[in-house]
Nanobody
Framework: VQLQESGPGLVKPSQTLALTCTVSGDSITTSYWSWVRQPPGKGLEWMGIIAIDGTTYFSPSLKSRCSISRDTSKNQFFLHVSSVTPEDTGVYYC??????????????WGQGTPVTVSS
């Protein structure tokens, strides 16, 4: 399974960040998929997930600004973050969610794409 993030490396404040995750080796309709980010000098922050049926769930702190969608014909899913600020700067990852021993784990990750929010 391989995941590849893509999107603009630089976004201006107040604009919308749009990222794409392209998946190979698995279908996005048979697994759950997450977006995770890591601000500079901080830990990983889970942002949201898209389920097998396309239902989405988000971190409460980001719910008002985030959306996740997908294009099943291209086996891609997308992240949009509106009204970005410099605090949204970081490396953004997409990952697959799998159940292991009753726990949900992120077992496959993309390499990450850096995003800087700056004017």
């Amino acid at each position: 399974v391989q995941l590849q993030e893509s999107g603009p490396g630089l976004v201006k404040p107040s604009q919308t960040l749009a990222l794409t995750c392209t998946v190979s080796g698995d279908s996005i309709t048979t697994s759950y998929w997450s977006w995770v980010r890591q601000p500079p000098g901080k830990g990983l922050e889970w942002m949201g997930i898209i389920a097998i049926d396309g239902t989405t769930y988000f971190s409460p702190s980001l719910k008002s600004r985030c959306s996740i969608s997908r294009d099943t014909s291209k086996n891609q899913f997308f992240l949009h973050v509106s009204s970005v600020t410099p605090e949204d700067t970081g490396v953004y990852y997409c990952a697959r969610v799998s159940s292991r021993g009753g726990l949900e784990v992120h077992d496959y990750w993309g390499q990450g794409t850096p995003v800087t929010v700056s004017s």
